[in-house]
C-alpha cells in the first residue's frame, strides 16, 4: 500500500435509496462500503438522493441531502449532476477532497460534472444489466417520458462515456459487468474486479458443518417477488420436486409486485399446504431464517449480482439458481447447480440432485462458508478498495 494516511473521499453517489435498515440491497451493501471505510479511519463525504439511516453515525460520515424534483429520469441525471457539483465545491473548498467515488448507479453519468476536478475519479460497482425481457410488458413510456428520453438519452450517454474515458479506476463486481463499458478493451490497465462483501460474523451457520441436517427438506427462496426473479419458475419446479420428495416445503420470503398473482398461482396447485408466504422477514431475522433451508433457490432470469445468494452460502447453505447475469459468476460448481433461465424442468432436476443428498448438501455448504470467508468478507473487500484509492491518489499526484 502506498500510503497508510485517512483519505478524504467524496461520494457522488452511494445508491438510489441509502440504509441500513431496509430491504434494499444496493442501499445496504452502499452503506456497508462507506461504514466500513469510516471505520478504517477515512473521512466520506457523502451526497445522498435520499435514506433511512437507523442509529447515529459516527463523525467521519458527513451526508449531504441531494434531492432533485424533476419528474423524468434523464432529466432528473441532469438535475443530480448539478447538484452533486454544487455539494463537491462547497467539501472541497472547506475540507479538501483526496478521491471522489460514484458507487451505484454509475451508467447514468451523475458525476460527470466532476471529471474536471483534477482528481482521481473511481466508478462503480459496475453490475450487468437485467435482461430486456425480464418483465413482462405490462407498462409503457407516457409521451412526455418518451419525448424527454429521445432528447437527452444521447446527451446522458455521452456523459457517461467521458465520464468511464476520464475514470482512474472501473470497478466491476464480475465479468458480467464488462457490458456496461463502452469500450472495455481500451481501458484493461483501470478494470478491477471487486465484489460485494458479506458480514460472515452475521451470516454464519447454526450448526458444525461436518455433520448433515436432520432437518425436513426444505427450499428456500427469499427475495423481492418480482416477475424476473423467477419465482414463477420455482413454483413450476416445485410441482415436479414434490412427486420425488412428497413432504417436501417451499418457503417464499419477501414483498413485491407480484404477490398477488404468486397467491392465485399457489391457490391452483395441489401442493399448496406445503407453500408457504413468509412475507417480509427483519434484516436481522434473515440468517436465522436462511439456516432452516436445506437449499436455497435463486432462478432470477438475470440478477446482476445476488447478495442474497452470498448471505445464503456464508449460512453454510447450498445454491441452485441461473447461469444468468452475475449468478454465473457467484454460485461456484461445487457449492451448487445452475440451469438456464425460465427452465423448470432444469431447475427442477437441480433441485432433486442437491435435496437428495444430506451429504453433498453438507459438502456443498461447507465450501460456499470457505468461499466466502476467504474471497467475500468485508474486511477483504474493504482493504482491496482502500488499496484502489491508494494507487490512484498517488497516480493522479504523479
Known amino acids: 500500500m502506498p500510503s497508510s494516511k485517512p483519505l478524504s473521499i467524496f461520494i457522488s453517489h452511494p445508491s438510489e435509496f441509502l440504509t441500513n435498515c431496509q430491504p434494499h440491497g444496493d442501499g445496504l451493501a452502499a452503506f456497508e462500503f462507506i461504514h466500513r471505510l469510516a471505520q478504517r479511519g477515512h473521512t466520506l463525504h457523502v451526497a445522498v438522493p435520499s435514506m433511512d439511516i437507523k442509529d447515529e453515525l459516527p463523525s467521519n460520515i458527513k451526508l449531504y441531502p441531494a434531492n432533485v424534483w424533476t419528474q423524468f429520469s434523464t432529466l432528473n441525471s441532469i438535475e443530480y449532476m448539478i447538484r452533486v457539483r454544487q455539494i463537491f465545491s462547497h467539501v472541497y473548498r472547506h475540507d479538501g477532497v483526496d478521491v471522489i467515488h460514484q458507487l451505484n448507479p454509475v451508467n447514468p453519468g451523475l458525476s ?25 410488458p405490462r407498462f409503457k413510456t407516457s409521451f412526455l417520458g418518451a419525448i424527454s428520453s429521445a432528447f437527452t438519452h444521447p446527451l446522458i450517454r455521452e456523459c457517461d462515456r467521458q465520464q468511464q474515458k476520464k475514470a482512474a479506476a472501473l470497478l466491476l463486481s464480475t465479468p458480467a459487468a464488462l457490458t456496461r463499458l463502452y469500450e472495455p478493451d481500451t481501458c ?24 448433515p441436517s436432520n432437518s ?50 399457489i391457490s391452483a396447485m395441489s401442493c399448496q399446504s406445503q407453500i408457504t408466504l413468509l412475507g417480509a422477514v427483519a434484516r436481522d431475522c434473515i440468517p436465522e431464517v436462511m439456516r432452516q433451508c436445506s437449499v436455497y433457490c435463486l432462478p432470477s432470469y438475470g440478477e446482476p449480482f445476488g447478495i442474497s445468494v452470498l448471505e445464503a452460502m456464508a449460512c453454510g447453505k447450498p445454491i ?16 451448487g447447480r445452475k440451469v438456464p433461465p425460465r427452465d423448470a424442468s432444469g431447475l427442477a432436476k437441480a433441485l432433486i440432485e442437491v435435496l437428495s ?11 460456499n462458508r470457505r468461499l466466502v470467508e476467504e474471497r467475500y468478507n468485508w474486511e477483504r473487500v474493504i482493504a482491496t478498495l482502500e488499496s484502489i484509492y491508494y494507487s490512484v491518489k498517488v497516480s493522479g499526484n504523479s
Open 188 to 211: 484493461l490497465d483501470k478494470i478491477h474486479y471487486l465484489p460485494y462483501g458479506i458480514d460472515t460474523t452475521h451470516f454464519s451457520p447454526s450448526q458444525a458443518l461436518n455433520s
Open 357 to 367: 443428498s444430506r451429504d453433498l448438501q453438507m459438502k456443498m455448504g461447507q465450501y
Open 216 to 265: 425436513e427438506l426444505n427450499i428456500l427462496y427469499l427475495a423481492s417477488l418480482s416477475y424476473r426473479k423467477g419465482v414463477f419458475t420455482l413454483l413450476d419446479a416445485f410441482e415436479e420436486v414434490v412427486q420425488t420428495f412428497p413432504s417436501c416445503r417451499l418457503t417464499i420470503a419477501g414483498t413485491g409486485t407480484e404477490l398477488e398473482q404468486i397467491k392465485q398461482r
Open 112 to 136: 460527470f460534472l466532476l471529471v474536471n476536478t483534477g482528481l482521481p475519479m473511481v466508478l462503480g460497482l459496475f453490475l450487468p444489466g437485467w435482461p430486456d425481457n425480464s418483465e413482462p
Open 320 to 335: 441452485v439458481g441461473t447461469d444468468a447475469g452475475g449468478l454465473a459468476y457467484l454460485i461456484p460448481d461445487r457449492g
